[in-house]
């Protein structure tokens, strides 16, 4: 009730500014406009076409007339005058129907998921014959027919749930049922007919699902999405076919490309590949030094908890060590100081107390470098983990190598034998800017590349000057000191893909960031 009465109070301000104020610009129109659709929805959202029709239907007929108005130039003054009206009589609409609704609560509660869902354009007959019927259900009410009421009522529920449900199935299949009719006039059938029919397959199986329980959105969205990526998967293929048979392609170039992937993969896990038997032995050895990785990676998890469990029980002995020293400290103020026995056993207990405060020193030295040591390593990754957060998987590929940290940037083009930096790359290079001051500490070299192909000097020379132009742009927003930044051209020296195709050649020609983030070692 609150919030009727906010949104009134609202609307009431936007009218009166719009009467006191002559000027009616397109601007002011638009506004006004918007209000009396916002409200037109909120007044059907709680059946004030049900229980308040008149205000409503009015209300209805005057934003008609004023978008019709809109269409033909008509008259400021009248557009503004059927939009202040047609408010009026959508707030009253509303108190209205607060006032009568509270005996149709569990109905309304129905009738609210269906409008949720969208129904009352996504499920328009089924969503009239509900407003229908309800309306019979309201008019038996009032004139205490309670048999014709609860048929009624019982019949618009049944309207709404129908219309809920072809709502609901409507957000999650209008939009992925017109791609698939696109991809089949596309012939997609043509080319990847086992692709396409897994997409319809999950199709069919979020209608299953749906039809058992609309509430499952998380299988049906899991669903929606397997769909999509095989519906998208299929244009993929699609596509690599067609473009192969324009390039006059074969199945052996369609193959080689494949093994381009499996050489890099390879590469870092220092394999050398071999595809004359297929692609199972290289397979087995990839996912061999996998799990070699992973099994390390575990050990090193382990010694990471045996490490903590050492250090718990560390501190348990400074602890035991702490209750030792305090009751020898209370002994040894109780001791009598007047026999020889008794000096002597003052000063074993004093040995014993020395002992105990350099063994208690000795581990809290211990547990504080552990800490910190854990907490500076813990930070350190913090900041390499935002360097790669920055960047998003079209922009630039995030490398460990050892200490180095290497981002290198993805499909940066400079024109043809020129060093000039494109403006559509600024956004890119602030980014790069941000990554470099994470580490204030840290060196970093701009690394020019190019493919092996033409003159080894003159590749030298432009990977040089583009580097150069990115140095210079870097060093101009940053203001950063230059001594920690450097530019380096390698031409073609150091090649991450095979020169003899097009696709190895593009991703040869590249720009590398290479940071070293000289991180403070703890002692």
Known sequence: MKRFSTVKTLCSITVFFFLTNP???????????????????????????????????????????????????????????????????????????????????????????????????????????????????????????????????????????????????GKFLNDLNASLAQAEDKDLNKYVPVTLKKSKQFAQDIESILNANRYDTLKARNNLNQATYELKHGLYLQDLFMKMKEKDKNMEDLVLSWEEPLTKIAAEF??????????????????ANINDGLAKLDKELKDNQKMSSELDDLKKSIQDYKTKLTDAETQNKKLNMDSESLRKSIEGLNKSVEEYKTKFGQLENESFKYKTQSQELEKNNQIIETASQLFLPSEAEIIRNGELIIIRLVNIVFPANKATLEPQYYNLFAKVQKAIQLFPSGTTVIEGHTDGQGDFQKNLNISQARANSIFQYLMSGMGAESNRITAVGLGGTKPIANNSSEEGRAKNRRIEIVINPHFPVTK
Not at 70 to 98: M, V, W, Y
Not at 270 to 287: A, L, M, V
Request: glycine share 4%; no cysteine.
């Open 23 to 169: 000027i009616f610009s397109q601007n002011d129109s638009e506004i006004m406009f918007k209000t009396t659709r916002e409200l037109s929805k909120k007044a059907l959202a709680v059946a004030a076409n049900i229980f308040a029709n008149a205000d409503y239907e009015k209300g209805t007929e005057l934003l008609t007339d004023a978008e019709k108005l809109l269409r033909k130039n008509g008259k400021p003054e009248e557009i503004q005058q059927n939009l202040t009206t047609a408010i009026d009589l959508f707030n009253k609409s509303i108190e209205t129907t607060k006032t009568l609704n509270t005996s149709f609560a569990d109905l309304m509660k129905i009738r609210q998921l269906a409008v949720n869902v969208g129904a009352y354009n996504n499920a328009q007959k089924l969503w009239k014959e509900g407003e229908e019927n309800f309306s019979s259900a309201i008019e038996d009410y009032n004139d205490k027919d309670m048999e014709g009421y609860q048929k009624y009522a019982k019949a618009a529920e049944t309207n709404y749930k129908d219309a809920e449900l072809v709502g609901v199935k």
């Open 270 to 287: 220092k394999i050398q590949p071999s595809f004359d038997k297929g692609y199972d032995e290289i397979t087995s050895q990839i996912i």
